[in-house]
Nanobody, 124 residues
């Protein structure tokens, strides 16, 4: 199981950390991604980390603002979001796949496991 959590309401320009915790397993070797879905919009991929080689990747819209990382135990993945904008208001989901692949494939096909989303509201 995956569980995503983080503070829900922030002001524009502030920072926020979201966390995705694995229950009953570790992320060793897994790909873990963050996705978001804004009201009335399709779900979009935000960022991902591959625990096989610790590589990370980001959507162009968040490059330079968001940082993804994993704790040493590889049981929690964090998404640090800086200089938040109101348009970042979305439900954020974490997802995992037991094998790393191109993020393009995960964007097209989804991932094996999904956590319940956590709502992030950025007020102006």
């Amino acid at each position: 199981q995956l569980q995503a959590f983080g503070r829900g309401l922030v002001q524009a320009g502030e920072s926020l950390r979201l966390s995705c915790a694995a229950s009953g397993f570790t992320f060793d070797g897994y790909a873990v991604g963050w996705f978001r879905q804004a009201p009335g919009k399709e779900r979009e991929w935000v960022s991902g980390i591959c625990h096989s080689d610790n590589s990370t990747d980001y959507a162009d819209s968040v490059k330079g603002r968001f940082t993804i990382s994993s704790d040493n135990a590889k049981s929690t993945v964090h998404l640090f979001m800086n200089r938040l904008k109101p348009e970042y208001t979305s439900v954020y989901y974490c997802a995992a796949q037991s094998l790393c692949r191109s993020w393009r494939i995960f964007i097209l096909n989804g991932m094996e496991s999904w956590g319940k989303g956590t709502l992030v509201t950025v007020s102006s």
